[in-house]
């Protein structure tokens, strides 16, 4: 029986391969998605709600003076009572946290309002809740 001696380019040709094989695999395993900033969420998002479906809503985020501090608005209350009200946001990373506010609509209707939402691949997700005399969850999911 004849024996095998693998010749040097042979064995340069499969290290080769070895390699760009190793390459490929440890790169797309390290290769991690950019972690959003608070600037990423700044900005004007187009959506709807699920309160109405098929109507094009609005978000408008500015920066708040922390450094991860976010704001914006939203209205609240019974409808013909409906009060805009400033909503203080902060970001960590993809998520989007509000603490709860106690408030009142124009009709003095007291709730806590509360929310939170998160930002992936371009789409925001937020939503909004509250208890108390008015009790609801909006949620709106919008692009830049």
């Given amino acids: ?7 040097a380019r042979f064995i340069k040709l499969k290290l080769t391969t ?14 991690k998605d950019k972690e959003p900033t608070r600037d990423d ?17 609005k978000m408008v985020i500015t920066a708040g003076s922390a450094a991860n501090a976010l704001q914006s608005k939203a209205l609240v209350g ?11 946001m902060y970001s960590s990373g993809k998520y989007l946290e509000m603490e709860l506010v ?3 609509d124009n009709c003095n209707n007291i709730f806590t309002v ?3 939402g998160t930002l992936e691949n371009g789409i925001l997700t937020w939503t ?13 999911t919008g692009k830049k």
């Fill in 128 to 140: 909004l809740t509250s208890s108390g005399a008015v009790r609801s969850v909006v949620t709106f």
């Fill in 41 to 57: 969420f700044v900005g004007t998002w187009t959506g709807t709600n699920n309160n109405n479906p098929g109507i094009s809503r």
């Fill in 102 to 104: 106690n408030t009142s």
């Fill in 18 to 31: 070895l390699a760009i094989t190793a390459l490929f695999i440890t790169g797309s395993c390290s290769k």
């Fill in 114 to 116: 509360g929310g939170n």
């Fill in 78 to 88: 019974f409808n013909s009572c409906n009060r805009e009200i400033p909503l203080a």
């Fill in 1 to 7: 029986m004849p024996s095998y001696t693998p010749n």
